[in-house]
């Protein structure tokens, strides 16, 4: 069994007791606070630089710890000050160390000062559930990884994501999932360079993969970008933003790295 099999299975298990029916007038009632929450999708296409999505991730499966994360706000304010275009906050916490609070105690505040970025819940959807406490934590995206999910599921985390005013944020690895998600008319496609079956990384999956992307989709490109260097492959390629999380949570200088980024 490959660590992403293992990960869906488990997710499968701990929303087992949370799964029910989610009624379209749940998730529409989100849909008026759309313009508060910010568009994950227009903050990536707005700026003409690189844009940069920051990643809250206290631990993975790969890296083990990465940082010795207080209150989320406090790297949330972090990555605001330095510029991020976006946040990506896990809220997954057997693998990833993170909670559903993590997302909503950063957009509770962005929203009081009504000074923040786009939030996407970085979590393993399966189920329209999941996709009503984004919303209800104030997300502005959702993650849909395509390799995990059949067609049926996700066309009904798109539906519920679309009913609550939410992006999404489609992840793929291979040509197949690239033909799968533009089937489903996705906005915003992520290349995930790294094999979620064996943890590595290669930038080498963006460059085959983006330049095959339809001409109206935002590419992202996604993990092992480390330097400005990195970034300048994957943008070189076609990619309009890029997700980082471990380099951005261990760098010494957050906003030169940002800046390195933007620049790149």
């Known amino acids: 069994m490959d660590k992403l099999t293992e990960i869906m299975n488990w997710k499968a298990q701990e929303i087992a007791e ?29 700026p003409p630089r690189l844009a940069v999505i920051s990643e809250i991730k206290r631990r993975s499966p790969s890296a083990g710890q990465i940082k010795d994360l207080g209150p989320s706000i406090e790297q949330a304010d972090t990555y605001l000050a330095a510029g991020g275009d976006c946040l990506s906050i896990l809220t997954d916490n057997k693998y990833f160390g993170g909670e559903l609070n993590d997302l909503s105690s ?39 990884i395509v390799r995990a999910l059949s067609d ?22 291979s040509e197949h999932e690239l033909e799968r998600a533009v089937a489903q008319d996705a906005k915003i496609i992520g290349v995930n360079n790294r094999d979620l079956a064996k943890f590595t990384t290669d930038l080498a999956f963006s460059e085959r993969l983006i330049p095959q992307f339809p001409e109206h989709v935002v590419a992202v490109s996604e993990s092992g970008i480390w330097n400005k260097e990195d970034a300048a492959r994957v943008r070189a390629c076609g990619a309009k933003a890029i997700l980082v999380g471990e380099a951005l949570m261990k760098a010494p200088d957050t906003a030169q790295l940002m800046a390195d980024f933007h620049n790149a």
């Open 152 to 173: 049926q599921q996700m066309t009904a985390l798109r539906k519920a994501a679309d009913l609550a005013g939410l992006d999404s944020l489609y992840e793929i690895h």
């Open 18 to 46: 949370r799964i029910r029916p989610v009624a379209d007038h749940e998730l529409a009632a989100f849909a008026q606070e759309a313009p508060i929450r910010g568009s994950f999708l227009q903050a990536l296409k707005a």
């Open 106 to 144: 950063v957009t509770e505040k962005f929203k009081a000062q009504k000074n923040g970025i786009p939030c996407l819940r970085k979590d393993f959807m399966i189920h329209p559930v999941q996709v009503l406490e984004a919303a209800q934590a104030g997300a502005s995206a959702i993650l849909i």
